[in-house]
């Protein structure tokens, strides 16, 4: 199984989902057999790290994405990652516009995962505060723990 977190520029939401799922599946599910990854729709900041006030705020939870650089998404991403979570609706609409209709499948919102949360979209924090990221980080906790059970549901049905 392979897994591609998506947001706008890949420093904020998506290597912060990135690192929170990786954290999850390893305390939650060690035994399932995921890839993980993160790309951005644009290429703002390709190469670059992941915004300071995501390090710092995913670092008070115990997770490190330091070594995460921003990507932009590839043409290929489409056909190698089994789902792609897009952190909202832009981003969602931008993936299926790129993507053969084929992998449209493949494409879905990440809070989909979370259906008791009280929004739909991951709200971008880039030009909020610091309560923005803790913000984030409680939504891809949710999400990230909804993906888990429904990974794990599957597994169990084969």
Request: charged share 30%; with cysteine.
């Amino acid at each position: 199984m392979r897994i591609l977190f998506v947001c706008m520029g890949n420093i904020c939401r998506s290597p912060s989902a990135e690192g929170v799922f990786r954290r999850i599946l390893l305390e939650r599910a060690p035994q399932l057999e995921i890839h993980i990854d993160s790309a951005g729709t644009h290429d703002y900041h390709v190469g670059a790290a992941p915004d300071s006030r995501a390090l710092e705020a995913a670092r008070r939870r115990g997770i490190d994405i330091s070594q995460l650089r921003a990507r932009q998404i590839a043409a290929e991403d489409f056909e190698r990652f089994d789902l792609i979570l897009a952190m909202d609706e832009d981003n969602l609409r931008e993936l299926r516009r790129r993507a053969d209709r084929a992998y449209h499948a493949r494409i879905r919102l990440l809070m989909e995962f979370a259906p008791n949360a009280s929004r739909r979209a991951v709200p971008d924090p880039y030009y909020g505060g610091e309560q923005g990221f803790e913000e984030v980080l409680d939504l891809l906790e949710e999400a990230a723990n909804g993906l888990i059970d429904e990974l794990l549901a599957a597994r169990s049905r084969k």
